[in-house]
């Protein structure tokens, strides 16, 4: 009886929310979305086509190098599922060197360069930006959020106090394909801050990640030291990593890195943050 009750307040939570959500993007009438294809803004997404006209809805991808490989496929191909406009856009942030240097401001210069690129189609279309920012981000180092705020993005998802479990169990409602979709952070956030961004080293990050999700693995992160590759995953598929230790050992190896460790502790959001608090 106790159970069902917490159930019943969970959805009624949700569902107030929901409306919310749908009310704050409503207030907004066009938006450009900057648009990952993660379950955050795929939801905002979902919610701009219930809330506005087709017209008032932009879908916008960065495609950047450091972006894992397939991604930009993959927005493309939800904008198609949605009838939805998508389009992309290159973004600068490898030709400053602030951001190549790879100090903890990193995400600023990154999301200021994605800025650059949606201020002017938003200011053509008389829209505002918006981003897939939910109510949990808030609590961890993100430059890059306070970037985008500075220059008037808006946060639907934090206006309607949604937590990535509220996003997930909206989007599960709604139906959407990626709602259990595993989070995919750009490829700079698997280098240790103070090591200077390369394209070879987030290509070589994206092939480590791609050899373990070829034997199954679908939440990984490799993190890489130079030449150490760490491997983080989730606690359920340390025993599928270590049953294919053999081939994943060899594989990697094969890409330049001298030891293949598997961290203990599993799979960390925001890991490399640490050092920020220590």
Same mark, same amino acid.
């Given at each position: 009886?106790s159970?069902?009750?917490?159930?019943?307040?969970?959805i009624?939570?949700?569902s107030?929310?929901?409306?919310?959500?749908?009310?704050?993007?409503r207030?907004?009438?066009?938006v450009?979305?900057?648009?990952?294809?993660?379950?955050?803004?795929?939801?905002?997404?979902?919610?701009a086509?219930?809330?506005?006209?087709?017209? #008032?809805?932009? +879908? !916008?991808? &960065?495609?950047s190098?450091?972006?894992?490989?397939? %991604? /930009?496929? @993959?927005?493309? *191909? $939800? =904008?198609?599922?949605?009838?939805?406009?998508?389009m992309?856009?290159?973004?600068?942030e490898?030709e400053?060197?602030?951001?190549?240097?790879?100090?903890?401001?990193?995400?600023?210069?990154?999301?200021?360069?994605?800025?650059?690129?949606?201020?002017?189609?938003?200011?053509?279309?008389?829209a505002?930006?918006?981003?897939?920012?939910n109510?949990?981000d808030?609590?961890?180092?993100?430059?890059?959020?306070?970037?985008?705020?500075?220059?008037g993005? #808006?946060?639907? +998802? !934090?206006? &309607?106090g949604?937590?990535?479990?509220?996003?997930? %169990? /909206?989007? @599960?409602?709604? *139906? $959407? =394909?990626?709602?259990?979709?595993?989070?995919?952070?750009?490829?700079?956030?698997?280098?240790?801050?103070?090591?200077?961004?390369?394209?070879?080293l987030?290509?070589?990050?994206?092939?480590a990640e791609n050899?373990?999700?070829?034997?199954?693995?679908?939440?990984?992160?490799?993190?890489?030291?130079?030449?150490?590759a760490?491997?983080?995953?989730?606690?359920e598929?340390l025993d599928?990593?270590?049953?294919n230790?053999?081939?994943?050992?060899?594989?990697?190896?094969? +890409?330049?890195y001298?030891?293949?460790?598997?961290d203990l502790g599993g799979?960390r959001?925001?890991n490399?943050?640490?050092?920020?608090?220590?």
């Amino acid at each position: 009886m106790s159970t069902n009750w917490v159930g019943k307040v969970s959805i009624f939570n949700v569902s107030t929310k929901e409306k919310k959500l749908l009310n704050a993007i409503r207030s907004l009438n066009s938006v450009v979305i900057a648009f990952s294809g993660g379950v955050d803004s795929s939801l905002v997404a979902k919610a701009a086509s219930k809330a506005l006209s087709k017209d #008032k809805v932009l +879908l !916008v991808t &960065a495609d950047s190098q450091s972006l894992g490989s397939g %991604e /930009l496929e @993959k927005c493309e *191909e $939800l =904008s198609h599922q949605w009838n939805l406009e998508w389009m992309s856009v290159q973004t600068n942030e490898f030709e400053n060197s602030q951001y190549i240097a790879n100090q903890s401001d990193r995400c600023w210069w990154c999301k200021s360069a994605l800025m650059d690129q949606l201020e002017p189609i938003a200011t053509q279309r008389g829209a505002n930006i918006v981003l897939g920012v939910n109510q949990d981000d808030l609590g961890d180092h993100r430059p890059g959020q306070e970037a985008a705020k500075s220059r008037g993005a #808006k946060f639907p +998802l !934090v206006e &309607a106090g949604l937590t990535k479990h509220d996003v997930r %169990e /909206l989007a @599960k409602e709604w *139906e $959407l =394909s990626v709602w259990d979709r595993p989070s995919m952070p750009c490829l700079s956030s698997r280098i240790p801050y103070e090591t200077k961004i390369t394209v070879q080293l987030l290509s070589r990050v994206d092939r480590a990640e791609n050899i373990l999700r070829s034997i199954g693995v679908t939440d990984v992160r490799v993190r890489d030291y130079q030449d150490t590759a760490r491997i983080e995953v989730c606690r359920e598929d340390l025993d599928m990593v270590m049953k294919n230790s053999a081939q994943i050992h060899k594989e990697i190896s094969d +890409l330049g890195y001298r030891y293949v460790t598997l961290d203990l502790g599993g799979l960390r959001s925001g890991n490399l943050n640490a050092v920020l608090k220590s």
